[in-house]
């Protein structure tokens, strides 16, 4: 089955530092998002990406992230300037949608990013 | 305000027994709904969505879920459960239900099996 693939699994990062996610989301997919889950906490939108930009933002995705589609494979997440309240675990998706009655998002495993 | 709501924080069963899992979420329109699983250390698996048609959907490793219009519920049951599904189990809506669109997930249910 095919599945979105996120790289790194674990990072380690000191604060002030650029970190940059990748994800390769399911390959006929058009739409593709950035979760993050602080732990113990719920899962939390950041951002949505569509046609190659940006099609929604939560109030968390501010001046800091930024989202590329570098290829026709690749979609990053970078953290320009690493916090240590940026600690979490970052999800990848992607979504089926217009590809019949899917319109289902899919996670990846995650990348669990520690700032100290 | 808008938002999904999972009462139960932590829940334990005893392997074999029944299961329900509590998810209500508060949107005008009639949402797209999904139930996700969390092992320890894992990503979210999908076990079940509701887009439309029938109420009663059945998703992997025997769970269904039931969508309630009256009560803005839909709330996931197993018959039987296993020990190899004690893990965080999170509701997520869909508000506008198109697919497109961002998920607002639940606090969670942590779920624990006893022998």
């Known amino acids: 089955e095919p599945e979105v693939t996120q790289t790194p699994s674990h990072q380690v990062t000191q604060m002030g530092q650029e970190v940059i996610l990748r994800c390769v989301p399911i390959s006929n997919h058009l739409y593709f998002y950035w979760y993050r889950q602080i732990l113990g906490q719920k899962v939390e939108f950041l951002v949505s990406?569509?046609?190659?930009?940006?099609?929604?933002k939560s109030e968390i995705f501010d001046d800091q992230f930024s989202v590329e589609r570098p290829d026709g494979s690749n979609f990053t997440l970078k953290i320009r300037s690493t916090k240590l309240e940026d600690s979490a675990m970052y999800f990848c998706a992607s979504s089926d949608f217009g590809k019949g009655a899917g319109n289902t998002i899919y996670f990846g495993e995650g990348s669990w990013l520690t700032v100290v | 305000a808008q938002s999904v709501t999972q009462p139960d924080i932590h829940i334990t069963v005893s392997e074999g027994a029944s299961l329900e899992l509590r998810c209500n979420y508060s949107y005008g329109a009639t949402p797209y709904l999904f139930w996700y699983v969390q092992s320890p250390g894992q990503g979210l698996q999908l076990l079940l969505k509701?887009?439309?048609?029938?109420?009663l959907v059945q998703g992997i490793k025997g769970f269904e879920a039931e969508f309630k219009r009256s009560q803005s519920s839909f709330n996931l049951r197993k018959p039987s459960v296993h020990w190899s599904d004690a893990a965080e189990y999170f509701c997520?809506?869909?508000?506008?239900?198109?697919?497109?669109?961002?998920?607002?997930f639940g606090t969670g249910t942590r779920l624990t099996v006893i022998p």
């Open positions: 997520a809506v869909d508000p506008r239900g198109t697919g497109a669109n961002n998920l607002f």
């Open positions: 990406f569509y046609n190659n930009e940006i099609s929604e």
């Open positions: 509701y887009f439309s048609g029938d109420t």
